[in-house]
């Protein structure tokens, strides 16, 4: 590492005594538990977990670790899939925890506009908002613990990214501690504003190597009147892009999610949980889950768009059958086999995941070439897509052969399988990471396939914002040349 190995005592004191016993600990039970990312794959050590519980403190933290010259680890509620919130393994970086920051700063029901800490769950987001008969329209599987700071950095996204955009269209206003520990605050949204650079859309999915986000503004919307969740048996992958083009011309609007799952998956999650039932009777060899949504006060549209939908699609050889949700307990039941798949597949064995983006035109195609291909090349593996088909964006994983040794086959084969699908991503004009981001995980992926031109950019952006190389080190990019020495 090109950090300082030994940071002064002096520095350690002096954070101690800015942030109190309540705000800096290095106590080895409580901070263990932060130091080994969701997924497992990544265990680091840290100097201490710092957990300020201001913008104020955030600021003259980071500036304190500007004069020393010691990184800083982001960390909200380490949800994230890509080892982006862990440290490395040198035990000379700062864990930076946002957690304590968990204030809903304003609510402005009116303006549906609301200012939160960066330390807010995004749980505790959608419960404060409903209470106010409003929505955010984002939420994703690890919304018990996923912080807004967390999903700003890796501009999350989500089953409403096709109506509703990523964490990017939903962020009105930021505040951030740059690298020298100084604020910058867009916090005020504007409608229209054309002083120069958009600084907040730079540093959302920038995973803490340009600030730290402190608070955000976010938009919300009115909460909504119904729902309809529909479930669809279809023959092939190219039959599911045909029923979404169909569900986008019929329902408009209304469409609020459209989500794949091949019969791989379903048959792992009717194994999985054991009150679980297929929504049909049938053998069908990919399915899609539909939700359609109205605002308040339209309900009884939604009954007959989404019969007719289906009864054309029917029709026109779009779909082998279908159901809708009978009430509101059936849906969460649909959703809830959609949900299932990664714990389900994870129950299996060992998979190297990728969540990859291609063209939404190109994804049947992509799929169709993909799974075979990657079956092909490595012989007793499983291909599965599954996920957010209207997004143009898979959830692509690739199962070991059974009974494979984890540690083994990660070892062994699974770096060899993700250059394989990010290859042939690459080939389709994709990305290699639509929703996870880059964090430590895929930095040499980015580095081998990422365009030239972009990856000078980001650094030159990096050099220019963090020139001592604080704010998460290794992560996104690869570490620089040393740093300025102290
Ligand atoms: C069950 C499950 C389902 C999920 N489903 C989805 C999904 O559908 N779509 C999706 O996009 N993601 C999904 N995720 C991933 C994860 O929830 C998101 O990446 C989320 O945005 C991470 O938030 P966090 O607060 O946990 O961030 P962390 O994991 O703590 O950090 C993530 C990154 O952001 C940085 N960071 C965190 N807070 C700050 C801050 N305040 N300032 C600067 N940098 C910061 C960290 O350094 C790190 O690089 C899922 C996770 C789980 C566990």
């Known amino acids: 590492m090109n950090h300082p190995a030994h ?8 954070v ?14 409580l901070v263990e538990p932060w130091l080994t990312d969701w997924r497992g794959r990544f265990t680091g050590k840290t ?7 201001s913008t104020d403190e955030v600021a003259a933290l980071v500036r304190l670790c500007h004069e020393y010259h010691v990184p800083i680890v982001p960390q909200g509620g380490n949800s994230g899939m890509s080892g982006g919130a862990t440290p490395d393994d040198s035990g000379t970086t700062l864990l930076l925890s946002m957690r304590r920051m968990d204030a809903i700063r304003s609510l402005d029901t009116k303006a549906r506009e609301i200012v939160c800490d960066a330390g807010v769950v ?10 106010e008969r409003l929505r955010f329209p984002l939420t994703l599987g690890g919304k018990g613990s996923a912080t807004v700071g967390g999903l700003v950095s890796t501009n999350a996204g989500g089953t409403q990214v096709l109506r509703h955009g990523s964490m990017r269209a939903q962020v009105l206003g930021l505040e951030a501690v740059m690298a020298d520990g100084s604020v910058l605050d ?10 120069g650079f958009d600084l907040k859309q730079l540093l959302i999915g920038s995973e803490g190597t340009l600030g730290i986000v402190t608070a955000a503004t976010l938009r919300l919307l009115p909460e909504i009147g119904g729902r309809r969740v529909l479930w669809a048996g279809l023959g092939s992958i190219r039959q599911a892009r045909e029923l979404l083009l169909h569900c986008e011309a019929h329902a408009g609007d209304l469409l609020e999610g459209f989500e794949v799952v091949p019969r791989h998956s379903l048959a792992a999650v009717l194994d999985y949980l054991p009150d679980a039932r297929s929504p049909l009777r049938g053998e069908h060899e990919w399915h899609a889950l539909i939700e359609l949504v109205v605002q308040e006060g339209a309900d009884d549209r939604l009954d007959l768009v989404a019969q007719t939908l289906l009864e054309s699609a029917l029709e026109q050889d779009l779909l082998q059958d279908a159901t809708i949700a009978a009430n509101e307990h059936q849906a969460e039941q649909f959703w809830l086999l959609r949900e299932s798949i990664a714990p389900a597949e994870r129950a299996i064995g060992p998979a190297a995941q990728h969540d990859i983006s291609v063209p939404v035109a190109r994804m049947a195609d992509f799929v169709t070439e993909a799974v075979p291909a990657v079956e092909a090349r490595f012989p007793d593996h499983d291909a599965i897509a599954f996920g957010h088909l209207g997004d143009g964006n898979v959830h692509f994983h690739v199962l070991a052969p059974r009974g494979s040794d984890r540690a083994e086959w990660e070892a062994s084969q699974a770096k060899e399988v993700s250059s ?8 389709y004009g994709g990305s290699i990471s639509a929703e996870h981001g880059i964090g430590q995980v895929k930095v040499d992926e980015l580095q081998r396939l990422g365009d030239p031109v972009a990856l000078a950019t980001m650094r030159a952006v990096k050099q220019a914002l963090d020139p001592r190389g604080i704010l998460n080190p290794g992560k996104l990019l690869p570490l620089a040349s040393a740093p300025d020495s102290p």
């Open 7 to 14: 940071p002064t005592s002096s520095f350690i004191d002096q």
């Open 16 to 29: 101690r005594t800015l942030l109190g016993p309540r705000g800096f600990t290095d106590d080895p039970e």
């Open 47 to 53: 100097l201490g977990l710092a957990s300020p519980a």
């Open 122 to 131: 995004l749980q505790t987001l959608h419960d404060a908002v409903e209470m």
């Open 186 to 195: 867009t916090l005020t949204p504007l409608k229209k504003d054309n002083r």
């Open 420 to 427: 394989f699908v990010y290859d042939l991503v690459t080939r």
